[in-house]
């Protein structure tokens, strides 16, 4: 089946938002540690370093990032998502965008990013038949030296060797792959992959 699965569930199931905001709220509540990710990134970056949180959900990324003093954007295509990103996480700016479109210097965005983070399985929530275009356009906003950095699990219909040929399509270079945000090695039997990737040495000759 074609077509973005996340809004294909919020078709089959209006309150299918509403439930996931109030998950990670409840489990934030319990004292789950939601940062794992966000201090991931944080080790790869300057003090102060511009952040992308692309598929941002309601903030548990972003949110910890602008904490630590980062100029956070996070883009989500559900618009209930980014209402509750706003409320629960305020300070970075929170839009409702697609991320195979995304165009944030025609939204008055013009500075790339020193990061961009794509947690959370959204490359696997996204329609097959835009996933190569959408890491062409997030490689499109990194600044010169800057990495994308993608977690996802398998058996969700995205190879991990197929994410790696369209990053490199996309003009990127994976650079590390690991099992887990806690930095498990990656072996052949993985069932998650975290990739980092930058713009390879012709792409930023070339920018």
């Given amino acids: 089946m074609t077509g973005n699965r996340w809004l294909q569930m919020i078709a089959e199931n209006p309150g299918h938002s509403a439930w996931y905001i109030e998950r990670f709220r409840n489990m934030a509540a319990e004292g789950a540690d939601l940062e794992g990710e966000a201090r991931f990134i944080d080790t790869m970056i300057p003090r102060q370093a511009r952040v992308l ?61 020193d990061a961009i983070v794509c947690a959370g399985n959204v490359m696997t929530f996204l329609d097959p038949d835009t996933r190569r275009l959408t890491v062409t356009r997030l490689a499109a906003h990194l600044a010169t030296g800057g990495r ?40 052949d039997a993985a069932d998650f992959l975290v990739a980092v990737a930058a713009l390879s040495e012709s792409r930023s000759n070339s920018g």
Avoid: K
């Fill in 148 to 187: 994308l950095t993608v977690g996802f699990g398998s058996d969700r219909g995205y190879g991990f060797d197929e994410f790696v040929t369209d990053a490199e399509n996309a003009g990127l270079t994976v650079e590390l792959q690991l099992a887990s945000w806690d930095l498990r090695p990656f072996h």
């Fill in 53 to 113: 949180d692309a598929g941002c959900g309601p903030g548990r990324v972003g949110g910890p990032l602008a904490r630590l003093g980062h100029t956070v954007v996070g883009v989500d295509i559900d618009p209930a998502l980014i209402a509750a990103a706003e409320r629960d996480h305020p300070g970075p700016t929170w839009l409702t965008a697609d991320l195979a479109t995304l165009d944030l210097p025609s939204m008055g965005i013009v500075e790339p990013f």
